[in-house]
């Protein structure tokens, strides 16, 4: 998405930051570097906006639920590792340990 504009920022780069940025969990020095895209380039503000409302929709409808804490001990631990730039497991590294019958089993 780009409006056909050249701009100080890429379009692309604040497409793929886009939810730091709605969640505030960028310096201030790039929050202004967005903020002057948005006001430069349409697209991207409509995306934006489009993002901020359904971020505000999922809050509204889906905000009173609590997280067991297990679960949000297991998100942030994936979180973690993502940062760090280790490679996440595709299976839960939480999980029992399975015994050699229904390991077996399941892979038959």
């Known amino acids: 998405m780009s409006c056909g504009e050249p701009h100080e920022t890429d379009c692309s780069e ?15 020095s790039d929050c202004t570097k967005f903020q002057t895209h ?19 929709l999922v809050k509204r409808c889906c905000g009173q639920d609590d997280v067991p804490g297990d679960l949000r001990a297991k998100v942030m631990g994936r979180i973690d590792l993502i940062r760090s730039g280790q490679a996440v497991p595709d299976h ?3 999980a029992a340990p ?3 019958t229904a390991a077996r089993a399941t892979e038959a």
């Open 38 to 56: 948005f006001e430069e380039c349409s697209p991207c503000l409509e995306k934006y906006g489009l993002e901020q409302a359904v971020k505000k």
């Open 92 to 94: 839960d590294l939480t």
């Open 14 to 28: 604040v497409l793929d930051h886009l939810y730091e940025f709605l969640d505030n969990e960028m310096p201030d």
């Open 98 to 100: 399975v015994d050699g």
